[in-house]
């Protein structure tokens, strides 16, 4: 076994932290990754508020690093090499969905970069609130040359997340495209979709963030607590990204969809009622979606790369952790904080 230190959540709290972390020995396909910037995802925050009731967790699963050592049969990683990771570090790489490019959705179930299950030892995955992660080498990407690798990290979660179905849903010239949730995700969604070609417009609580929305490139704003707009706004949207981190209604989203238009659910997971005449009246579709396979996903870097799409970024040392979290909670951050890990290489960090 390897050693690193962590930020790992202590027992009956909601306190992330320090704490030495146990990592594999590097098997022939695998990575050490010295982990330098890791993304502060709201799906973090759910994980820590849930408490870690199902053995050890330690958050994180967006991160960038760079190689430290490889495995004897790895090829397409060298030590030195700056990698990213995000929320799947494994597969079963032999269903119809790995075969069709789609870990996220493989039958088996994805292993989780945290809160998961290796699928050789059976040990739980410990994410990236930490100084080295080992990873199959499949499961990491290389940054591209160009993008800030502390901007790039939030890419291979909320970025892939929301690219994913924007790019299945057909975002581009012609469409209209919705984000209703302006943080960590919803900033990319905006991003991604306005590069794409996509007329974009952000639905958020309050008109705090038009002025943001406006320089992420969005043509239009919606309040969503404001009756009059979301009436205005009816059935104008082919596609509504929902990247809301709380249970909500979804009929108000649903009645902004276009006929034969889609509600993405992306944020807050868990069961939704649906009224059905709000599908019905119009033939509107509701569907959903998270992270991203592997092809996708380099596919998203490399867009992203070429449009200098990255995340709009807080930097803070690892040791402020909790602080982050604690902000999150409380909306306060734009638009994605993203953890130093360096600060644990000295003894107090
Ligand atoms: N599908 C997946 O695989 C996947 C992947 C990553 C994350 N997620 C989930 O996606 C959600 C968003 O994650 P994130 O990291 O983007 O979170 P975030 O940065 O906290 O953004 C969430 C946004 O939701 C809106 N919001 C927050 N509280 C609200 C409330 N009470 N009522 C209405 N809107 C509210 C806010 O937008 P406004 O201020 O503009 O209203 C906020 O900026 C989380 O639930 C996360 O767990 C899912
Ligand atoms: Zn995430
Ligand atoms: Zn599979």
């Known amino acids: ?87 799947i570090v494994d597969a079963c790489g032999q269903c119809a969905m790995c075969l069709a490019g789609q870990e996220n959705f493989c039958r088996a179930f994805p292993t989780l970069t945290y809160g998961g299950t290796d699928r050789h030892d059976g040990t739980p995955t410990l994410g990236g609130f930490s100084r080295e992660y080992v990873v199959r080498d499949q499961f990491a990407h290389p940054v591209p040359e160009g993008l800030d690798p502390a901007a790039t990290a939030p890419l291979l979660c909320a970025g892939v997340t929301v690219w994913e179905p924007l790019h299945a849903l057909g975002a581009g010239p012609g469409s209209r495209v919705a984000v209703a949730g302006l943080g960590g995700l919803g900033h990319l969604a905006v991003k991604m979709a306005v590069a794409l070609g996509a007329e974009t417009s952000v639905i958020s609580r309050s008109a705090d963030k038009a002025d943001d929305a406006r320089r992420l490139g969005a043509h239009g704003f919606v309040v969503s607590g404001d009756p009059e707009q979301m009436a205005g706004a009816r059935d104008r949207f082919d596609i509504v990204i ?31 009622t649906v009224e059905t005449l709000d599908l019905l009246m119009g033939r509107k579709k509701l569907s959903s979606a998270g992270s991203g396979g592997r092809p996708a996903t380099a596919a998203m870097l490399d867009f992203c790369a070429r449009h200098g799409i990255a995340a709009d970024i807080e930097v803070l040392p690892s040791a402020r952790v909790n602080e982050a979290l604690d902000r999150l909670r409380r909306n306060d951050v734009r638009y994605r904080f993203v953890l130093d890990l360096s600060d644990l290489d000295s003894a107090t960090g």
């Open 1 to 87: 076994m390897r050693t690193t230190v962590g930020w790992q959540l202590e027992e009956s709290s909601s306190t992330l932290r320090r704490t030495p972390l146990e990592r594999r020995d590097l098997r022939p396909d695998d990575l050490a990754v010295r982990v330098d910037h890791c993304g502060v995802c709201h799906s973090d925050l759910h994980a820590v508020s849930a408490g870690g009731g199902r053995g050890p967790l330690v958050p994180g699963h967006e991160f960038t690093g760079v190689v430290t050592s490889t495995g004897s049969a790895v090829t397409r990683f060298a030590v030195g090499d700056p990698v990213a990771v995000g929320n």
């Open 242 to 272: 929902d990247t809301i981190s709380v249970p909500h209604d979804l009929g108000p989203y649903l009645r902004l969809v276009a006929m034969d238009g889609t509600l993405s659910h992306l944020g807050h997971l868990g069961p939704v």
